[in-house]
């Protein structure tokens, strides 16, 4: 299925550029436009007298043609997507473990243990000393 959607989405390609090229062939307004710079007279004279309407109708299919491919190969990416994560088992994605020394594992918790009573017991005496400064008479 991914095979066919990657050759529909160029021929999608094919199609966009191909609608360009018709609605530039087009006759512009009265003013002329981009229609006469690009060769609207030339679209006449090989396509005949009635080269307006054979390029209407030949725009409003194509341009019916190109949306509804864009809205099938949208589906047809949304499937491709929906099917992929299916496959996957919706699994979580697994990173590799780093390789930890066990031995010294208890010495570094030991240690961490310790820093954390020393940091315990320094702010326990900054307590206590902002409270014995806020509790001591202030002498003027």
């Known amino acids: 299925m991914s095979i066919l959607a990657d050759i529909l989405t160029i021929v999608l390609a094919l199609l966009s550029v191909f609608l360009i090229l018709i609605v530039l062939l087009q006759k512009g307004s009265a003013n002329g436009g981009m229609g006469a710079a690009m060769g609207g007279g030339m679209a006449e004279a090989a396509l005949g007298a ?3 309407s054979v390029l209407t ?3 409003r299919n194509t341009a019916i043609i190109f949306f509804v491919m864009v809205f099938g190969l949208g589906l047809a990416r949304i499937w491709l997507h929906s099917a992929e994560q299916a496959a996957d088992g919706d699994a ?3 990173f590799a473990a780093s390789d930890v020394d ?3 594992l208890p010495e570094s918790l030991s240690e961490f243990e310790s820093t954390a009573d020393q940091a315990a017991e320094a702010l326990g005496e900054q307590v206590e000393s902002a409270a014995t400064e806020a509790d001591a008479p ?3």
């Open 102 to 104: 066990t031995a010294a």
């Open 92 to 94: 979580l994605p697994e």
């Open 57 to 59: 109708k030949l725009t």
């Open 138 to 140: 202030k002498s003027e």
């Open 50 to 52: 009635e080269t307006s």
